[in-house]
T-cell receptor, first 117, second 116 residues
């Protein structure tokens, strides 16, 4: 399997612009997570989905952030409008659903480094 | 609420030295799960090991070993005979029982630099 695939790897945008980050989870995994990594806050969970349904979005910082999972193989994280403080590395991760337990490891993508200028 | 503390922000060693990365966790749950992830310079997070709160057995995998002690709420990671390829950021993480699969609480990470 190719693993969790995220695109783009790097994104530079101007403040106020809309940004869309993309994620393709591992085939057969039915849990999908979006994490954000910053120097100040470290790695924090933004939102996660189970079977394409958002389960917990309590980590989404503001209404400017939204996430969708239209099907089992694709998810987007959108920021509109973007601000310089949104600059971070955004990770997508997935977990196998069948036989999942609390100690099932999450598989992470390589992340998207977002810079908002 | 749960919390993971990695007090060592950065560690620098010379190749072949042993190095221990500390991890202290906090949770009120009696059932919980601990993980270590490695983030090499390429950026992705790579799973290394998991432990549940009922299994205090220490584990060794090649040059890597883990020491889980419930009495001190610690889950430390030791690299024996370190190599330059071990240079990375290492994260300790926790899932408390009753939360959700994959809902990891991460420590701040320890940057390990191994010099030749």
């Amino acid at each position: 399997d190719a693993g969790v695939i995220q695109s783009p790897r790097h994104e530079v945008t101007e403040m106020g612009q809309e940004v869309t980050l993309r994620c393709k989870p591992i085939s057969g995994h039915d849990y999908l997570f979006w994490y954000r990594q910053t120097m100040m806050r470290g790695l924090e969970l933004l939102i996660y989905f189970n079977n394409n349904v958002p389960i917990d979005d309590s980590g989404m910082p503001e209404d400017r952030f939204s996430a969708k999972m239209p099907n089992a193989s694709f998810s987007t994280l959108k920021i509109q409008p973007s601000e310089p403080r949104d600059s971070a590395v955004y990770f997508c991760a997935s977990i196998a659903g069948q036989g999942v337990s609390f100690d099932t490891e999450a598989f992470f993508g390589q992340g998207t480094r977002l810079t908002v200028v | 609420a749960q919390k993971v503390t990695q007090a060592q922000t950065e560690i620098s060693v010379v190749e072949k030295e042993d190095v221990t990365l500390d991890c202290v966790y906090e949770t009120r749950d009696t059932t919980y799960y601990l993980f270590w992830y490695k983030q090499p310079p390429s950026g992705e997070l790579v799973f290394l090991i998991r432990r549940n709160s009922f299994d205090e057995q220490n584990e060794i995998s090649g040059r890597y070993s883990w020491n889980f002690q419930k009495s001190t709420s610690s889950f430390n990671f030791t690299i024996t005979a370190s190599q330059v390829v071990d240079s990375a950021v290492y994260f300790c993480a926790l899932i408390a029982g009753g939360t959700s699969y994959g809902k990891l609480t991460f420590g701040q990470g320890t940057i390990l630099t191994v010099h030749p």
